[in-house]
Each structure stands twice: as structure tokens, then as C-alpha cells.
């Protein structure tokens, strides 16, 4: 068995590193502060955000938290929590609303840490000191957003931020000793794998502790959709994307852990790929992968 799993995983799992670090069951709930996004202040935002209303909108956090947290205290004695403020860019804001916010959530009992996900350019330094200070009273986690490395696919998906400008928000971050967990997506369009595979090798090449592999869908009402519906760009097969994501992992550090591997699309606003729908039965086709290749996260990590 890897390591780093206690399922037979070959992979570094979530799971693993919440039962190592707090020896109990622990849940992230998500949460819709009501943030905008830099991106799209001035423009429309990355061509595949949906347009049309989020998850939760409107709907105090108290709230939102407190929906979830019954349904998990009712199937576990013992549960701690962890917020993730998910919806759009979570520090696009003043430190005064991040504060009321933040700890809202964090005053609540059994909450033992906040996963905030954002973009680099939303992290001004008032907000990287805030965060300092969060760090040294809970378990922080921020989640930035990459992609992708390649200039040309960034511009394409209208990223509207550099790779030197992520560079230096895990920098500035990580000096902070806060934990990065890095966003990637398989599949964007034109991208060929060794893409997206130098994608990966960078990012194992960074001071982060976490990744989230996404695979790309298209979702009706957005700039994606209607460049699918214009140009019928290449979407990845299930059999091409597990081939990718275990090469991926093959070169990853073994120290990253694994927070996602496969998309979540929403069932009434997916134009494709269909198969991404059946996310029980990628996350095991992955797992045949790897055993069949006798592989695991890291094997090649090493020796790239």
C-alpha cells in the first residue's frame, strides 16, 4: 500500500492527511461569501465561469454552514469542520469584510481551519499580513488558481494574470508559512498532453502542499460553450484523461497531497465531456491505472 494512503490509493490522499493530522473524521463545508472576482471586474472572467447564479447565493453563511454540518453530525459521533470559502475570489475584498467573514465561521464550534480559495492577483499586501495573522490561530489553507503554465492557453481561457504573478503569490504566501494547494485543469482547449504534463512538472517544482486536478467542462452559459459551439475543439476521452492524470501523478512529489482528481460538473448545465457525470467510476478507472502500471504519486519525481 502507498504510504500516504489508507485505502490502497496510489496516490497521496485528503483523507490520509486529515486522519494523520487530527485523528478524527474531518469535513470541509462550502461556502458562497458573496465575492466577486478581479477577472471580472472589467472584463467576463475566465471563458469557462458560468454566468448564471452560484450555489447558495444569497444565503447568510451561518446559514449555509449549518445546513451541511447537520447532515455530517448525523451520520458521526466526532466531527471537526473546516470552512472553504469556494465561490468565486475569496480575498477580493477589504480586510475589514475578510475579518467579519473569516471568522464568522471560524467562532463557530468544531471549526478547526479555513480553506480560502482566490487568484494571485486578489493578494495586496494588507490581506497577505491578515492572513499571517489568521495562520497563527487556525489551520490555514489557501487554494490559488494556475491552470495552466502556457502563455498561450492563459490568454485563450482569459486568465487575466502571469505565471510571475503566481510565482510570487506562493512565494509571499509560503514565507507567511501558509499552506498552498494549487489549482490545475486537464483538457483546456488545443492544450496536447505534454502540456500538460510540463503543467505538472513545474508544479512539483514549487514550495506548495496540495493540488487539485481538474478535468475541463463545458457548462452551458459561458464564453466556453460558445467557443465549443464555434470551433468543436478536441474534448479528452475518459481513457485519454486517466492516462494523463496517472502520468501526472507518476511525476508529482509524494509530499503533495492529492485534494481533487477528476471534475464536479452540475448535471443540468453540462455540454460535455458526458463521462465526467460518472466521477465514482473515473476515480476508480485512475486506480486501475496506477495498479496496472505497478505506479504510484512520485515514481518518476525524482528522476525527470
Not at 460553450?225 to 479528452?236: D, G, I, N, R, S
Request: proline share 2%; glycine share 4%.
Amino acid at each position: 500500500m502507498f504510504k500516504y494512503s489508507l485505502d490502497n490509493k496510489r496516490y497521496h490522499t485528503l483523507n490520509y492527511y486529515y486522519k494523520k493530522k487530527y485523528n478524527e473524521k474531518v469535513f470541509k463545508i462550502y461556502l458562497n461569501a458573496g465575492f466577486s472576482c478581479p477577472n471580472k471586474k472589467n472584463g467576463t472572467g475566465c471563458i469557462y465561469c458560468y454566468n448564471g447564479s452560484g450555489e447558495n447565493d444569497g444565503i447568510d453563511l451561518i446559514t449555509q454552514f449549518n445546513k451541511v454540518k447537520d447532515i455530517m453530525s448525523n451520520k458521526w459521533d466526532s466531527t471537526k469542520f473546516i470552512g472553504y470559502f469556494q465561490a468565486n475570489t475569496n480575498t477580493y475584498a477589504s480586510v475589514d469584510v475578510l475579518r467579519q467573514k473569516y471568522e464568522l465561521i471560524l467562532n463557530l464550534p468544531n471549526v478547526i481551519g479555513l480553506n480560502i480559495a482566490t487568484r494571485c492577483d486578489a493578494l495586496p499586501n494588507d490581506v497577505l499580513n491578515y492572513l499571517e495573522e489568521l495562520n497563527k490561530k487556525t489551520d490555514l489553507t489557501i487554494e490559488l488558481g494556475l491552470q495552466t503554465i502556457h502563455e498561450k492557453t492563459s490568454t485563450l481561457i482569459n486568465r487575466g494574470h502571469t505565471l510571475e504573478c503566481f510565482e510570487k503569490a506562493v512565494k509571499e504566501l509560503r514565507k507567511r508559512n501558509i499552506d498552498v494547494v494549487v489549482h490545475i485543469i486537464n483538457g483546456l482547449p488545443y492544450e496536447t498532453k505534454q502540456d500538460m504534463i510540463e503543467t505538472i512538472k513545474y508544479v512539483s517544482t514549487l514550495d506548495i502542499q496540495g493540488i487539485k486536478i481538474h478535468m475541463l467542462f463545458i457548462e452551458k452559459n459561458t464564453l466556453l460553450a460558445e467557443l465549443y459551439e464555434k470551433e468543436k475543439f478536441h474534448v479528452l476521452t475518459k481513457d485519454e484523461y486517466i492516462d494523463i492524470v496517472c502520468d501526472q501523478l507518476e511525476l508529482l512529489n509524494e509530499k503533495i497531497v492529492i485534494h481533487r482528481i477528476t471534475g464536479d460538473p452540475k448535471k443540468e448545465l453540462l455540454i460535455e465531456p458526458k463521462w465526467l457525470l460518472k466521477k465514482f467510476v473515473v476515480l476508480n478507472d485512475i486506480d486501475k491505472e496506477m495498479l496496472k502500471r505497478d505506479s504510484y504519486q512520485g515514481k518518476y519525481y525524482n528522476k525527470k
